[in-house]
């Protein structure tokens, strides 16, 4: 995109501006998932890979509740209740379903332990920023730009894609450490605060429209003005 742009123009400029997401802080002490899917349910984000995930631990853990969350096309689904149960995790998995809105949906991800996302195609994936928002501790597989939320510290925990057993031990040794899990979602949860709630997108727009405006005269300047005035008064 940003070559073909560059083509058209020479002088275009390309800036990196986070949306802010708000999401409602759920009081949900009670963790009664132990492992979540929730996006769309498809290969691809990596469904079967969670299935099979979930077919390990259950070896060991017999009476692990898991759920999958999202739409689902009939045919699809039944190739994952086969797989499940080939797999021996038939009655550990509940398929959730589609929910009509995003606070039912939030509801039941705050009161999942894990949220294993095996995806195998993805750049910064939302539902990521949404677990750590709904403080839901996130395994994930190495994919786009995934790796990229842990540059400055450790918030999510990643194995290289396709490695779905090292997915499963992961999981089974954060599910056995609820300190270590409970470290690991707080500094998400500070990390998703810093970044993508309202105060630094609304700051990075600023220095963004200050950047654009540059030298093209006194009204633009007032106009930024304007809008800080604005933004601090909200």
């Keep these: 995109m940003i070559d073909e742009i560059s083509r058209l123009n020479s002088k275009a400029k390309f800036f990196w501006h986070r949306i802010p997401i708000n999401i409602?802080?759920?009081?949900?002490?009670?963790?009664?998932?132990?492992?979540?899917?929730?996006?769309?349910?498809?290969?691809?984000?990596?469904?079967?890979?969670?299935?099979?995930?979930?077919g390990i631990i259950v070896k060991k853990y017999p009476g692990i509740k898991a759920g999958i969350a999202g739409p689902i096309?009939?045919?699809?689904?039944?190739?994952?209740?086969?797989?499940?149960?080939?797999?021996?995790?038939?009655?550990?998995?509940?398929?959730?379903?589609?929910?009509?809105?995003?606070?039912?949906?939030?509801?039941?991800?705050?009161?999942?332990?894990?949220?294993?996302?095996?995806?195998?195609?993805?750049?910064?994936?939302?539902?990521?920023?949404?677990?750590?928002?709904?403080?839901?501790?996130?395994?994930?597989?190495?994919?786009?730009?995934i790796p990229d939320f842990n540059d400055s510290e450790k918030i999510v925990e990643i194995v290289p894609q396709g490695d779905f057993e090292k997915l499963a031990e992961r999981a089974i040794e954060f599910l056995e450490d609820d300190?270590?899990?409970?470290?690991?979602?707080?500094?998400?949860?500070?990390?998703?605060?810093?970044?993508?709630g309202f105060e630094r997108p609304i700051t990075e727009l600023v220095n963004i429209y200050k950047e654009i405006a540059g030298n093209n005269g006194k009204t633009a300047s007032q106009k930024i003005k304007q809008f800080e005035t604005k933004v601090s008064l909200n």
């Design 73 to 145: 096309d009939n045919y699809y689904k039944k190739h994952l209740l086969n797989l499940a149960a080939k797999n021996g995790c038939l009655k550990n998995i509940t398929f959730l379903g589609f929910f009509p809105t995003q606070l039912q949906l939030h509801k039941i991800i705050s009161g999942a332990k894990i949220y294993l996302f095996p995806t195998y195609n993805d750049t910064i994936p939302g539902t990521i920023v949404e677990a750590m928002f709904l403080r839901v501790m996130i395994i994930t597989y190495q994919t786009g730009g």
């Design 179 to 196: 300190v270590r899990r409970e470290e690991m979602m707080s500094k998400a949860y500070e990390y998703v605060l810093n970044n993508y």
């Design 24 to 54: 409602p802080v759920y009081e949900n002490g009670k963790k009664n998932i132990d492992i979540i899917y929730f996006g769309r349910v498809t290969r691809q984000k990596g469904a079967e890979d969670f299935i099979k995930v979930i």
